[in-house]
């Protein structure tokens, strides 16, 4: 147990060295780190909202609002299927209690094709080599003798619901980089649930208003034969408009005045699906914010149509159905870009080229728990953590010295560089530092010396057995390797349960903790042996002063 080839001396070294380098940028602050030289390690640890403050969302998804936009597309898929394949039709409609569509056949004699033909609508939901086929995410059957109802299955809403989540995370994270915050919290909780903390953001009430926000951009006409006042008192839509209200009283308007109403055309002409870019930017006439954007080639083709062929009327762009802008087209616009104005400030035309950017939520969300967490409460947290750990520190490395002399001062060295490769893993994983995590490396600043106890006193009973010093420490290390590894499994048994089974802090407190009893292991049976050995070769004692 106390022969090192030489290859493995290397690649201890190695690691303690490694370890220590990149541990060492978590002792300077950021900006002293962004001014080293690029070969040097630049990872540091980041903290977690209980140490440096943030926000703590917790969003809902509006199922319904999902089921809505589903049936309306299913609904859509039958009127072109049925079209397409000239089968007449009448009494399309949709039941949200019932998730389903249905239609009636006019002649009875085509009620087989439009079986075939719907059941087409009906897409396999699973598939993969581990789930396996699931079933259909649409249930299409006959209603007696001339009608067909495609109704929505449980398995199709929670694979939709679980896109759906998945869809919201991503669009999420890309409106809250934008913020530039470090390493922000966006994870699924429970079925229809998003969790959203970001540590470090100074302006909630932004965040909110950006991750709030669909995001569902429509370029529809306007329709110049209506008036939009007496349609708004009456409440009197025409077949084939709607009406929509602007965001906001005109510019310069009393304080109370009603948004402006819009009566717009139904059809969506282009869709912010086609939307490849959006930049906040200036007007050059006016010196106004504005945003500019850019289709992509579909887009471009179809929003150059649509203008080409309505030159001289207002076109509308709709925001979450609200009205943000409607200019009149001067002339066509080919190139596939244009710009939005409607007397933005320089933050909300940069707010706005964010959403645009980032894409459409699938359905609304709602904040169903909101906590803030103030800068100085996460100082505060920092600074008991690290009295804890000091103080635990000192203790546990003054219990040693004095237990076992210059055996405890091995230890001791071994528990600081156990120390320092914990934080140098979790600066290399990305890792997230919370308080339950310090609580983590403070139970691991015990658990580390506990291996070098077991090895220590098995050391104490060879010597009393009349074993030379050698013969002692090399059973010493031998007989308590066994002991030492089935303690620390244990341990990492109980510790991937509670990562496994937990979630958020739990599971930043699993993560210290294995890494840091991994450590420890390397270090109390590797590290430690190494100094002991080298010292019995140097100083070949008579007696061991343990």
Do not use: C
Request: hydrophobic letters at 45%; charged letters at 20%.
């Amino acid at each position: 147990m106390l022969h090192f080839q030489r290859w493995k001396l290397i690649l201890v070294f190695g690691i303690v060295v490694a370890g220590i380098l990149f541990a060492l940028p978590n002792m300077f602050p950021a900006a002293t780190m962004a001014r080293m030289p690029a070969w040097l390690p630049h990872k540091q640890v980041n903290l977690g909202l209980d140490l440096q403050g943030g926000a703590h969302l917790l969003y809902q998804l509006d199922e319904k609002e999902m089921v809505d936009d589903w049936l309306n597309t299913v609904r859509g898929d039958v009127r072109e299927t049925l079209r397409r394949t000239h089968i007449g039709y009448t009494d399309l409609s949709q039941d949200v209690a019932t998730r389903s569509v249905s239609v009636k056949i006019r002649d009875a004699a085509e009620m087989d094709k439009a079986d075939t033909e719907l059941k087409k609508l009906a897409q396999p939901v699973g598939g993969s080599v581990f789930a396996g086929f699931s079933g259909y995410d649409i249930d299409v059957a006959r209603q007696g003798d001339d009608a067909v109802t495609l109704t929505l299955t449980d398995v199709g809403m929670t694979h939709r619901l679980g896109s759906a989540i998945q869809a919201s995370i991503e669009t999420i994270r890309r409106r809250v980089d934008a913020f530039g915050t470090t390493e922000p919290s966006i994870q699924r909780e429970g079925r229809n649930r998003i969790l959203v903390q970001v540590p470090g953001i100074q302006d909630v009430e932004r965040l909110k208003t950006l991750i709030g926000k669909t995001g569902k951009l429509e370029f529809k006409l306007v329709d110049p034969s209506a008036n939009a006042v007496q349609i708004a008192a009456s409440k009197q839509v025409p077949p084939g408009d709607e009406l929509v209200y602007g965001i906001g009283a005109p510019k310069g308007s009393p304080e109370g005045t009603a948004p402006i109403p819009y009566v717009l055309k139904s059809q969506v002409l282009v869709s912010g699906a086609n939307l490849v870019d959006s930049q906040p930017g200036f007007d050059q006439r006016t010196g106004e914010p504005v945003v500019t954007f850019r289709f992509d080639a579909a887009g471009a083709t179809r929003f150059g149509k649509v203008t080409q062929e309505n030159v001289g009327l207002p076109f509308a762009i709709v925001l979450d159905d609200k009205v943000i802008s409607a200019p009149v087209i001067r002339e066509p616009i080919l190139g596939g870009t244009g710009q939005i104005s409607g007397n933005f400030t320089v933050a909300q035309a940069n707010d706005l080229a964010v959403l645009l950017r980032s894409g459409a939520l699938p359905a609304k969300l709602t904040v169903i728990e909101e906590r803030t967490v103030g800068a100085s409460l996460g100082a505060d947290s920092i600074a008991s953590g690290k009295k804890a750990a000091l103080m635990g520190l000192a203790l546990v490395m003054i219990f040693m010295l004095v237990g076992y002399g210059l055996f405890g001062l091995f230890a001791n060295l071994a528990l600081l560089i156990n120390i320092a490769l914990i934080f140098a893993v979790l600066s290399l994983m990305g890792a997230t530092l919370t308080l339950p995590g310090i609580a983590g490396i403070v139970l691991t600043i015990g658990i580390a010396v506990d291996a070098n106890v077991l090895i220590n006193e098995r050391i104490r009973e060879e010597i009393r057995a009349g074993k030379s010093p050698f013969a002692a420490v090399d059973a010493g290390y031998s007989r308590a390797l066994i002991t030492i590894v089935d303690s620390n499994v244990t341990t990492l048994i109980a510790v991937l349960v509670l990562f496994w089974l937990g979630s958020g802090p739990v599971r930043g407190f699993a993560v210290t903790l294995t890494v840091g009893v991994i450590a420890s292991m390397f270090t109390a049976v590797t590290v430690t042996r190494l100094m002991v050995a080298y010292w019995l070769r140097w100083t070949r004692p008579q007696l061991i002063p343990i």
